[in-house]
């Protein structure tokens, strides 16, 4: 499962200080329910991401606990304030543990 | 086999738990309200949820929700087997208390967004949506 899981995210390579930027994140990621059964009546587990949190030089800018009625591919978009040249940081959490992350560098002008 | 006088009384509590079972979801919608308010009762207005009236695909419904001054939001679907969606929390960098995303509905329901307000308050909005194909799998 792990590893055809890949993050994608949209974010301006330059802002104005104190600008608010529109922020848009998606990740491939099957969000199995947990309530769907397989062809032989029996409940495919539940398998989904379940948090996913966007910092910005180490300070929050959103942190989203999801559940099952996430759709597929879980999208989000978003509005961030930018006071300084810096990284944005993404971090999705599976059920299973894994960690997927993505950064992207904004600079300043 | 010979019916004990306990295993009539099991067969009678059942009964009782499987009667109730079809209120379960709404009573949970219920629940999942009152743990994010912590009994409080929301006001309507000052939170925006945007969802289209009819969603052909209950796969992926696009939903957005806006309040300005809020610290959280919580999506709740009324009509799935599972009422919690997703709770936003925002952080000092959020530039505006709104997010966007894609969700699932088992059926024709109503969605409720219910946001934190940094004063302690509460604010509701819901919409109805009508789904022709539900999903939730099942």
């Known amino acids: 499962m792990a590893k055809d899981v890949k993050p994608r995210v949209k974010v301006p390579k330059t802002a104005a200080a104190g600008e608010v930027i529109t922020i848009k994140t998606l990740i491939s990621h099957k969000m199995e329910s947990g309530n769907r059964k397989d062809s032989n009546g029996n409940r495919i587990p539940r398998s989904i991401i379940n948090r996913f949190t966007c910092d910005f030089n180490g300070q929050n800018v959103i942190d989203v606990e999801m559940q099952p009625a996430i759709s597929t591919n879980p999208f989000f978009e978003f509005q961030a304030k930018v006071p300084e040249s810096g990284e944005f940081k993404f971090t999705w959490y599976d059920d299973n543990g894994s960690i997927y992350e993505a950064t992207r560098a904004i600079t300043v002008s | ?138």
């Not at chain 2, 934190?116 to 919409?127: E, H, I, L, P, Y």
């Open chain 2, 1 to 138: 086999m010979r019916l004990t006088r306990r295993d009539a009384l099991a067969l009678g509590l059942g009964a009782t738990a499987a009667s109730f079972l079809p209120l379960r979801a709404v009573a949970s919608a219920e629940e999942a309200i009152a743990a994010f308010t912590g009994g409080v009762e929301p006001a309507e207005g000052g939170v925006t949820l945007n969802a289209p009236e009819i969603a052909e695909n209950g796969n992926t419904v696009p939903v957005s929700v806006e309040a300005p001054g809020a610290t959280a939001i919580i999506l709740i679907a009324t009509g799935n087997p599972q009422p919690g969606v997703a709770t936003f929390n925002f952080g000092p960098l959020a530039g505006a208390q709104s997010a966007a995303t894609r969700i699932r509905l088992a059926g024709t329901q109503e969605v409720i967004a219910i946001a934190k307000m940094a004063d302690g308050g509460f604010a509701r909005a819901s919409r109805v949506v009508k789904v022709t194909i539900g999903g939730c799998g099942g």
